[in-house]
């Protein structure tokens, strides 16, 4: 079993869209979340990170988490081309990040 | 501020040859740098985790005789690729992180090998 789990998606949303992305995790014990963007070629760029259960908010993007449920989730809103990348979710696992597969974002002019 | 920089962005090379991957924090001192390996459509694996002055603590299946980490200062850890094979292409990459916050890590550009 994967330890951190995504949709690969494509995920396709029309410009000016909400775009949710959701990943889901086995270690109970991880305290800290991220989101990183990784564009096609390039290297991944911390977007946010949250470690308590609720919702935190950084411009457009909105991080929502639940660890009873080991689920934290990613809002885009107002999607636009530039944001169409590979969205890449991680948990601290014993001072080490697990990554997620990641989910593919395409947002549609 | 948090800049990782990563150098070279791209190195081809004939099977048999070593190839160095420098990392370097350019404005923050990193307690712990992160080696990471990529392969097509594949999340981000990590190799192996570095503090300054001592030796690196390599994941599973990942031969430390093969990848050498070097991380001699603060600011530098570098990974060399010995006698390179087809399989070792990839794209590498390195984070580095600082202070209390170890868990945050901030990514060089990446290094894209293509061993021939």
């Known amino acids: 079993q994967k330890e951190v789990e995504q949709n690969s998606g494509p995920l396709s949303v029309p410009e000016g869209a909400i775009a949710s992305l959701n990943c889901t995790y086995s270690d109970r014990g991880s305290q800290s979340f991220f989101w990183y963007r990784q564009y096609s070629g390039k290297s991944p760029e911390l977007i946010m990170f949250i470690y308590s259960n609720g919702d935190k908010e950084d411009g457009r993007f909105t991080a929502q988490l639940n660890k009873a449920s080991q689920y934290v989730s990613l809002l885009i809103r107002d999607s636009q081309p530039s944001d169409s990348a590979t969205y890449l979710c991680?948990?601290?696992?014993?001072?080490?990040?697990?990554f997620g597969a990641g989910t593919q974002v395409v947002v549609t002019p | 501020g948090a800049v990782v920089s990563q150098h070279p962005s791209r190195v081809i090379c004939k099977s048999g040859t070593s190839v160095k991957i420098e990392c370097r924090s350019l404005?923050?001192?990193?307690?712990?740098m992160f080696w990471y390996r990529q392969f097509p459509k594949q999340s981000l694996m990590l190799m192996a985790t570095?503090?300054?002055?001592?030796?690196?603590?390599?994941e599973q299946g990942v031969e430390k005789d093969k990848f050498l980490i070097n991380h001699a200062s603060l600011t530098l850890s570098t990974l060399t690729v010995t006698s390179a094979h087809p399989e070792d292409s990839s794209f590498y990459i390195c984070?580095?992180?600082?202070?209390?916050?170890?868990?945050?890590?901030?990514f060089g550009a990446g290094t894209r090998l293509s061993v021939l």
């Open positions: 404005d923050f001192q990193a307690t712990t």
């Open positions: 991680a948990t601290d696992s014993w001072g080490k990040l697990q």
């Open positions: 984070s580095a992180s600082f202070g209390t916050a170890k868990n945050i890590q901030y």
């Open positions: 570095s503090n300054e002055g001592s030796k690196a603590t390599y």
